[in-house]
Antibody
Framework: EVQLLESGGGLVQPGGSLRLSCAAS????????MTWVRQAPGKGLEWVST????????HYADSVKGRFTISRDNSNSTVSLQMNSLRAEDTAVYYC??????????WGLGALVTVSS | DIVLTQSPLSLPVTPGEPASISCRSS???????????LDWYVQKPGQSPQLLIY???HRASGVPDRFSGSGSGTDFSLKITRVEAEDVGVYYC?????????FGGGTKVEIK
C-alpha cells in the first residue's frame, strides 16, 4: 500500500524558516519524481516544487524560487522542503504527492504551515 | 506556464441528474504518444485531492463508471452520468505535460 506522510508543519513568524518532510512507502521511490503542492485557506491548488527521481533535478514555482529548497533521500524514501524567508502568503496546507503512479495518484494528508506574527 | 480555465465555478445538481465540467487549456496537452496529459481530481471536504481521470479519458483505480472524461488538445470535459450525494466537492483539472503542474480554478459541485 502506498503511503505519503508529511511532517514538520506549524506556526512560524514572517521571515522565519520551516522544514517539511514526507516519508514515502509502497512504491520504488527512487524511480519517481516527487512534488509539493500547496493550498491556501479557502483557495485552489498551487504547484510549489518537483524533484526528479534519479537525477535529482529540481523545479520551483516563481513564487518560491530562491526561498524554498526541495531535496530527497532515496535511501530513506523521503523528500523534504526547506522553506526560508517565509511570508504571510505562504500560509497553506502543503501536500506531498506522487501524481504519476497511474492508474492511481497518491497525496499525503497535508501539513499546515501558518506564517503569522 | 499553461493556464487551465474551468467552468462553471459552481454547479448545483440534483441527485440522479447528470453533470458536466469544462476545462480549457492555453496550450495543447496532446503529446506525440497520442496521450493528452490532463487529469481530473476531486477534493471532498476536509480531504486531500483524489484522482478521478488521467490522460483525459482513463478512469483511475476504483473510480465508479459514472465518471468519464473526454476531449483532446485544449478542450476537455468531465461528466458524471448520475450525481450521487457523495460526489459533492471541488473538482480540479490538472495538466502534467510540463513539470510545472498547473491546476484549473476548481468547480464546486453541491447538491440542490
Amino acid at each position: 500500500e502506498v503511503q505519503l506522510l508529511e511532517s514538520g508543519g506549524g506556526l512560524v513568524q514572517p521571515g522565519g524558516s520551516l522544514r517539511l518532510s514526507c516519508a514515502a512507502s509502497g512504491f520504488p521511490f527512487s524511480n519517481y519524481a516527487m512534488t509539493w503542492v500547496r493550498q491556501a485557506p479557502g483557495k485552489g491548488l498551487e504547484w510549489v516544487s518537483t524533484i526528479r527521481g534519479r537525477t535529482g533535478e529540481t523545479h520551483y514555482a516563481d513564487s518560491v524560487k530562491g526561498r524554498f529548497t526541495i531535496s530527497r533521500d532515496n535511501s530513506n524514501s523521503t523528500v523534504s522542503l526547506q522553506m526560508n524567508s517565509l511570508r504571510a502568503e505562504d500560509t497553506a496546507v502543503y501536500y506531498c504527492t506522487n501524481p504519476y503512479l497511474y492508474p492511481a495518484a497518491y497525496w499525503g494528508l497535508g501539513a499546515l504551515v501558518t506564517v503569522s506574527s | 506556464d499553461i493556464v487551465l480555465t474551468q467552468s462553471p465555478l459552481s454547479l448545483p445538481v440534483t441527485p440522479g441528474e447528470p453533470a458536466s465540467i469544462s476545462c480549457r487549456s492555453s496550450q495543447s496537452l496532446l503529446q506525440s504518444n497520442g496521450y493528452n496529459y490532463l487529469d481530473w481530481y476531486v477534493q471532498k471536504p476536509g480531504q486531500s485531492p483524489q484522482l478521478l481521470i488521467y490522460w483525459a479519458s482513463h478512469r483511475a483505480s476504483g473510480v465508479p463508471d459514472r465518471f468519464s472524461g473526454s476531449g483532446s488538445g485544449t478542450d476537455f470535459s468531465l461528466k458524471i452520468t448520475r450525481v450521487e450525494a457523495e460526489d459533492v466537492g471541488v473538482y480540479y483539472c490538472m495538466q502534467t505535460v510540463q513539470t510545472a503542474l498547473t491546476f484549473g480554478g476548481g468547480t464546486k459541485v453541491e447538491i440542490k
